[in-house]
């Protein structure tokens, strides 16, 4: 049986090793080729200024690649600015999974407290009724982990309420 398991996790494995392997040599590949890149353009740069240079002199040589790089430096932040103004449009125009699902949650959770609020009503009890609506919708408006804590709070409150707050060791009265 261990030896069934052991092959069993080597076949689900080898799929995730041989992605693993292939990232690290795109990393390597794509980290070599930026280093030859920027080599690249450090030649591109100084052929440029020499060649500027033989023509109009060392300060103008100067003065033109580093306006160069300025421009090309205010074309790249202005590209990436229209970028994250066209992702945060396209985000706030399309509705996301967890705000959909939350919806969906919530019609569903309505649905199945309605039989509840009915019977409270005919029985009378309208301040539970009244609780019971403030916490569904306290509830729809928290976060996941505030929900854990919520949950944690009141089991710790209800187990205090069940036990009548005496401890494990202690005898019933």
């Given at each position: 049986?261990?030896a069934f398991?052991?092959?069993?996790i080597r076949?689900?494995?080898?799929p995730i ?7 690290v040599?795109s990393?390597?590949?794509l ?7 920027t080599?690249?353009w450090?030649?591109l740069t100084?052929?440029l ?5 033989d023509?109009?002199?060392?300060t103008i ?6 306006g160069v790089?300025?421009v090309?430096a205010?074309i790249?932040?202005?590209?990436l600015?229209i970028?994250q ?9 399309q509705?996301t ?7 969906v949650?919530?019609e569903?959770?309505?649905?199945a407290?309605?039989?509840?609020m009915q ?7 309208y301040r539970?009724r009244?609780a019971l609506?403030?916490?569904?919708e306290a509830?729809r408006k ?10 944690i709070l009141?089991g710790f409150?209800?187990?205090?309420v069940?036990?009548?707050?005496r ?5 019933p009265?």
């Amino acid at each position: 049986m261990k030896a069934f398991l052991e092959r069993l996790i080597r076949e689900a494995i080898a799929p995730i090793k041989r992605a693993i392997a292939r990232i690290v040599q795109s990393a390597v590949l794509l980290t070599i080729a930026g280093i030859c890149l920027t080599i690249m353009w450090g030649f591109l740069t100084a052929s440029l200024f020499i060649f500027l240079e033989d023509r109009f002199g060392g300060t103008i040589a100067a003065l033109v690649v580093a306006g160069v790089y300025l421009v090309f430096a205010i074309i790249c932040f202005m590209a990436l600015k229209i970028m994250q103004r066209s992702a945060a449009k396209a985000e706030a125009r399309q509705a996301t999974f967890a705000a959909a699902t939350s919806d969906v949650v919530s019609e569903e959770m309505q649905r199945a407290a309605e039989p509840w609020m009915q019977i409270l009503e005919t029985a009378g009890l309208y301040r539970e009724r009244a609780a019971l609506l403030v916490g569904g919708e306290a509830l729809r408006k928290m976060k996941p982990m505030q929900l854990v804590g919520v949950a944690i709070l009141g089991g710790f409150v209800f187990g205090r309420v069940i036990t009548g707050g005496r401890r494990r060791d202690d005898k019933p009265k």
